[in-house]
């Protein structure tokens, strides 16, 4: 991670060296915190979050699910995620708000333990590499299952979970693949590591639904969105492994990873495909404000200049 200026904490921009936390906190013992990843881009009149207030209510939802009360409302929230940037004076960037319980008490129940809030921002290329986004990545079905709908609320996007992506991701890299996908316990479909998966077979993109254990990504909503737009059809259904093997085309979707092809699923060979081409380039062309998009999809970032004026 490349270190930049500021950091935003608790309300405030604080030098990146001084964002630091106690051995204490709640959340590094229990992993009790919920968090977004965000992307900046730059585009023909400047820098511009890409659906910040998506992420942020995605953010409020999540603290809602483990009953944590989010000390910043989304308003409060985007204004300073579009301040650390410009703080920054990054043209483009990865934005990482994170709430966690901070340093108190140690009973797994965080009775009066603070709820503390972070932002932070830094400069961030393709997640699985250039050539994965451009060649396709190599992916291998976990033996790990997706933590399940009664077990942690997976619409959550929360720091716990991560230990199951965790151990997926390093299964598959372990084995020589990039990136895992997970199942859930019944044998579906869930989803990567950090990524959604989207399935192309006879021009029909098929993804898995919403009660696959997976969070609603704000990418794939942008993708099926986009996909639709392109004249495809979508269908949002269960999934089995074995339509990974026989698909024409198979792709994840992340704000992290944007849209990157899979070139093989468990060693079975997959082109990476003129539909994956189409959506991956949408995609782009979106983020960085070349194609027109729903009205609030880009937030655009005030040079930090004329913030202060
Ligand atoms: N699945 C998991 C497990 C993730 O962590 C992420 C990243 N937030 C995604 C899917 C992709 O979601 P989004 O498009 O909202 O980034």
Known sequence: MEAVDKIWLNGDLVDWADATVHLGAHALHYG???FEGIRCYSTESGPAVFRLRDHL??????????????????????AACLELVAANELPECYLRPIAF??????????????????????PWGTYLGEDGQRLGIRAMVSSWRRVGPNTIPHAAKATG?????????????????DEAILLTDDGSIADGS??????????????????????????RDTVVHLAREL???VEET??????????????????????TPLRSVDDHELGVGPVTREVQEAYLDTVRGRRAAPPGWLAPVEPASALLG
Request: charged content about 20%.
């Open 32 to 34: 009790t915190g919920v």
């Open 57 to 78: 209510e995605r953010l409020e939802q999540s603290a809602r699910l483990v009953r944590m009360r989010l000390p910043f409302s989304v308003d409060e929230l985007h």
């Open 101 to 122: 319980y901070g340093a108190g008490e140690l009973a797994v129940l965080p009775r009066g333990n603070p709820v503390d809030l972070g932002i932070m921002c830094w």
């Open 161 to 177: 979970v991560y230990l199951n992506s965790m151990l997926a991701v390093d299964e598959a890299t372990r084995n020589g693949y």
């Open 194 to 219: 950090g990524e959604h998966v989207f399935v192309v077979k006879g021009g029909v993109i098929r993804t898995p639904d919403l009660s696959a254990s997976i969070l609603p990504g704000v990418t």
């Open 231 to 233: 004249g495809y059809e």
């Open 238 to 259: 269960a999934l089995i492994r074995s339509d990974l093997y026989q698909a024409d085309e198979v792709f994840m979707t992340g704000t992290a990873a944007e849209v």
